[in-house]
Antibody, heavy 122, light 107 residues
């Protein structure tokens, strides 16, 4: 059974960098698939942040492109999100997910983490 | 960027009734569309992929149809656990986007 778990600070100060990690169990990242980050501001809809392949190839939402970095660590079977220069508008629940089909960087999210709330506030 | 518009915003129905949710794309997305269900405090769950295929473990009362620009999610007979928010999402396009959601609430 594929399981994903997000971790990272729940509170980040404005202008700083938000850093989250998604640990994957039950599936080796080296076996392929794209892995993504999606966020949801409180009471609002879903927004795609970006995705990464086990080779390190990445795709980012253009609306966040200049601030986003997603990386993968196959030795630890995890992938990470860095979002720089955060503002209150970046306050959201952040989800990590596996994307399907395996070859599609913009695929459907068939396995999700439980999500982690990150609040941007001084 | 392709925009997905869901309607209605809210659907008020009783258990046992049929629910019909719509998702319209601003340009053709072929059949590259999914539907998700989200309950309060939970991550979304994939229900339907590629417009009409049920994901693993999804009950048969959920069905999807459509292609091109117009898509429908149908719940044939609402169970108490089906009252939730439903989102559509396209793939095979960057950035992939979600619709704004339809809330199915108990009447």
């Amino acid at each position: 059974q594929v399981q994903l778990q997000e971790s990272g600070p729940g509170l980040v100060k404005p202008s700083e960098t938000l850093s989250l990690t998604c640990a994957v169990s039950g599936f080796s990242l080296s076996n392929g698939y794209y892995w993504g980050w999606i966020r949801q501001p409180p009471g609002m809809g879903l927004e795609w942040i970006g995705s990464v392949y086990h080779t390190g190839s990445t795709y980012y939402n253009p609306s966040l492109n200049s601030r986003v970095t997603i990386s993968v660590d196959t030795s630890k079977n995890q992938f990470s999100l860095n979002l720089s220069s955060v503002t209150a508008a970046d306050t959201a629940v952040y989800y990590c997910a596996r994307l399907s089909p395996h070859y599609d960087s913009s695929g459907y999210a068939d396995y999700w983490g439980q999500g982690t709330l990150v609040t941007v506030s001084s | 960027e392709i925009v997905l518009t869901q309607s209605p915003a809210t659907l008020s129905l009783s258990p046992g009734e049929r629910a019909t949710l719509s998702c319209r794309a601003s340009q053709s997305v072929s059949s590259f569309l999914a539907w998700y269900q989200q309950k309060p405090g939970q991550a979304p769950r994939l229900l339907i992929y590629d417009a009409s295929n049920r994901a693993t473990g999804i009950p048969a009362r959920f069905s999807g149809s459509g292609s091109g620009t117009d898509f429908t999610l149908t719940i044939s007979s609402l169970e108490p656990e089906d009252f939730a928010v439903y989102y559509c999402q396209l793939r095979n396009n960057w950035p992939q986007t979600f619709g704004q959601g339809t809330k199915v609430e108990i009447k």
